[in-house]
Nanobody
Framework: QVQLVESGGGLVQPGGSLRLSCAAS????????MGWYRQAPGKPRELVAT???????NYADSVKGRFTISKDSAKNTVYLQMNSLKPEDTAVYYC???????????????WGQGTQVTVSS
């Protein structure tokens, strides 16, 4: 059974930094993409960043140059380093895992429980 456990959220002042972690268990072998999404009050959930099994990364335009996604495959952990945080980055951040078959079809998707990030002075 796949489990995603996030940590690292909190309250930070504008311009500050936070690092989120997502520890995955039960994922086994396969073609996976892990990522971070966020949802602010009254807004739909949106992509923040993703990283593939081959370590290719993708970022939302709003976070490019400020956020960095990385992974430690040995620990099955994905990180999101967030720098130069802005009040508009305030949201619940969710870890996501997508699993694909050898034909690149999505076969399953999992979500963490979310961690709150608040950027405020």
């Amino acid at each position: 059974q796949v489990q995603l456990v996030e940590s690292g959220g909190g309250l930070v002042q504008p311009g500050g930094s936070l690092r989120l972690s997502c520890a995955a268990s039960g994922i086994g072998f396969g073609i996976n993409t892990m990522g971070w999404y966020r949802q602010a009050p009254g807004k739909p959930r949106e992509l923040v960043a993703t990283i593939t099994s081959g370590a290719a990364t993708n970022y939302a335009d709003s976070v490019k140059g400020r956020f960095t996604i990385s992974k430690d495959s040995a620990k099955n952990t994905v990180y999101l380093q967030m720098n130069s945080l802005k009040p508009e980055d305030t949201a619940v951040y969710y870890c996501n895992l997508k699993r694909y078959n050898s034909f690149s079809y999505l076969i399953s998707e999992y979500w963490g429980q979310g961690t709150q990030v608040t950027v405020s002075s």
